[in-house]
Structures are given as structure tokens and as C-alpha cells.
């Protein structure tokens, strides 16, 4: 059984500065421990674009981008990942390729048979059409960090994993949804995935 993992490095790393301070970040190599207890990962497709480090921003941002980089150079050790750089927009200074190598590369590896089934690891709901499509050739799983969940792509997937940091899905997010998902399983990560600090 050949598992791929797709992963919007970008919107996760958004996702841990979202509940940590600035300079902080997730250990990778720990979080892809509890990823693959769940299921092992053949090949690791991860999309992200480094921030610069800018000394006219405010201190926090300064940190945010260090620990992004940090995290993002950590990724790239681990021998399975292939890593693509997206690029920010010079115009508009939003992210662009991220999306749309994740989409062409799931949908793709799905008709292709690439993969017998595949995760993919992102709160961006604009690859929800791409997942409904490779779906009606493989399973298609996801999988969030607790404070970015894709909640309309959660009913397009087979499975749903949710990493969650100090309860903040299940006290925070869980409540407002109009309706659960089903097969919905919340992995607590305090105390299994290290902070790092740059």
C-alpha cells in the first residue's frame, strides 16, 4: 500500500503561529512520528514558500519568519519529502504555486496510480474540488492542525485526522460546526511533538 502525503507547508506553519508565540514552531520530525503511526508515509510532497526576514518589520514578525525558515529547512532533512518553493507575488505579496502544484500532483498521482491513497495535510479549503476529484480515483484522506480545518473538503475525504494543541479543536472549532463530520479522530499532541524556538 503506497501512501503519499500532501501538505500545504505554508497554511500549517500558519497554523502553529496561530496558537504559539512568535518564534516558536512544531518539531517536524516529531509530528511525522504520529502521522505514521497512523498510517506509513511512502513519499512526503510538501508545498511551501520562505518568508524573508525583513529588519523593518516589528520584532514578532521577525521571529515568525526565523522560526518559519527553521521549520521549513527541518523538513527538508527528512529523506522521503520532495520540497517545492512556491513564490509571493510581486504585485499582490500573496503566495502563488503552492495550490496549484498540491491540486495537479494529487489529482495526477491519482490517475496515474501513483499512490493507492493519499493524505492531504492543509486548512486551505480551495483544494477541495481537487481532492473531490482524485477521490473518484483513490481514497483521499485528510489531515489538519487543530486551528486550521477545512471544514466544507472534511465531507469530501474518507477519513479525517485532527491534530489538536491544548484542546483548541475541540473547545474552539468542534462547537461551531453545524454538522460533524464523520470518522472524525482528534490526536493530542501536547507533550508528544516539541516546541522549538529559534
Request: charge should be positive; proline fraction near 3%; charged fraction near 30%.
Amino acid at each position: 500500500m503506497k501512501t503519499f502525503l500532501f501538505i500545504d507547508g505554508s497554511n500549517l506553519y500558519g497554523g502553529f503561529t496561530d496558537l504559539l508565540k512568535p518564534g516558536e514552531y512544531f518539531s517536524f520530525k516529531d509530528l511525522l512520528k504520529l502521522i505514521e503511526k497512523e498510517t506509513p508515509i511512502e513519499t512526503i510532497i510538501f508545498c511551501g514558500t520562505y518568508m524573508k526576514e525583513d529588519g523593518q518589520k516589528t520584532t514578532a514578525d521577525q521571529l515568525i519568519a526565523k522560526a518559519q525558515i527553521e521549520f521549513f529547512n527541518q523538513v527538508k532533512e527528512i529523506e522521503k519529502v520532495s520540497f517545492y518553493e512556491g513564490h509571493f507575488s510581486g504585485t499582490s505579496g500573496k503566495e502563488k504555486g503552492v495550490d496549484v502544484r498540491l491540486a495537479v500532483d494529487l489529482v495526477l498521482g491519482a490517475c496515474t496510480d501513483k499512490y493507492d491513497e493519499a493524505i492531504i495535510m492543509t486548512g486551505d479549503a480551495d483544494l477541495t474540488y481537487a481532492v473531490s476529484r482524485a477521490k473518484q480515483f483513490k481514497k483521499i484522506h485528510l489531515m489538519a492542525f487543530s486551528s486550521r480545518f477545512p471544514y466544507g473538503m472534511s465531507f469530501q475525504v474518507n477519513k479525517r485526522i485532527i491534530f489538536d494543541y491544548q484542546k483548541y479543536f475541540i473547545k474552539k472549532a468542534l462547537p461551531l460546526f453545524k454538522k460533524r463530520p464523520r470518522y472524525l479522530k482528534i490526536i493530542d499532541i501536547d507533550g508528544k511533538v516539541k516546541i522549538l524556538h529559534v
